[in-house]
């Protein structure tokens, strides 16, 4: 293909390619006109397939496509168990077309290169390994927390990749069973822009709606955080659900931020542990806290000063309650580098916990996490790209990675949940 094609190539257009390596976002890597051509981020394809791929957008520099045709296929190729997971249909899972295994492979050398090119990490020192959750069925009905976006005529469903087009389903095979059984998407809702179904793993189910005109649609589908916010209204269900984790039961409005996969609380907290190793007195913070999971988990094995430091006014009163038995916990409200600038968390500390939102926690609450020195850090992170940013800025101050363990938290999605061990070199 010459470079005069290449550059003509307009939105539908179809090319034939062979698809190389997976990158951050759920698509694989190709080029145009050979090895140092155009870069094409494809969608629906695996490793080492030739496709004909369809172009979605244009970009300067690279271009995204759908893979409409599979002419060699790779084994790892399964037939997708939901009937929306195609080019064109719902955005929500990015790897249904791909084996079990071939998820784990695909997530993991993601990670890894990440970590190499972000965070500058030796390649010869990094193994990571995907670890799957314990569940009946490891890759669906796993989703506890559901939005459903509404379309101009008050119908439900799921949103297509990288838009704002609403796709009507029958159900989602990735939600949980108690999500599933809901009418939702039977009905029409004249009224809202969104719903969300919540199934909690207390046995609680919910479901809220935002209210048309108070909010913008999301754009495409947001696995790692539940939307918080006053303008979700409560349509049916608990006002609070119930959540089992870490050896207690935590209760928590619906719209408040809980891990989507009901095995990933304990996951998490059982590796921040086995990394922190807390001993009786240290003392410790818990950055982006939320209701304080990780807090309680530490604070039963130190009996010292814990302090959660949260943002968001929901975390900050669940914590409170959830927690209100702990002797030695500090509540802070308040964004994490405005707390820790202004000198409202403050050292000695022998442990941090950081577990911040997708974006990552940035450079500057990163220096001041190393300033403090303290003995270990655990980072817990939903995102590998922003994990790796700042685990170069960790390094920067001196500090070495120790270990970073990976888990399927999110099956059939390309999301990735991330707890990386930190010490100060």
Known sequence: MTGAIIDDLVEGDRVEVTVGAPAHGGHCVARLGGPHGRVIFVRHALPGERVTAEITELHRGYLRADAVEIHEPSPDRVTPPCPYAHPGGCGGCDLQHASGEAQLRWKAEVVREQLVRLAGLDPEGIFVRVEPLPAKDPLLGWRTRVRYAVDAAGRPGLLQHRSHQVVP???????HP??????????????VDAVQAVASTGGDVAVLGRPSGTAGPAHGDDLGEAPEGGSLIRLSGPAEVTEQAAGRAWRIPPQGFWQVHPQAADTLVTAVLEMLRPAAGETTWDLYGGAGLFAAAIAGRTGARVTVVESSPAGVAAARANLADLPHLDIVEARVEVALSRRRVAGPVDLVVLDPPRAGAGARVVRAVAAARPRAVAYVACDPAALARDLKTFRAEGWHVKEVRAFDCFPMTQHVECVAHLTPA
């Open 169 to 175: 389903i029958d159900r989602c095979r990735i939600a």
């Open 178 to 191: 108690a999500i599933q059984d809901l009418d939702v998407l039977a009905g029409d809702w004249p009224d």
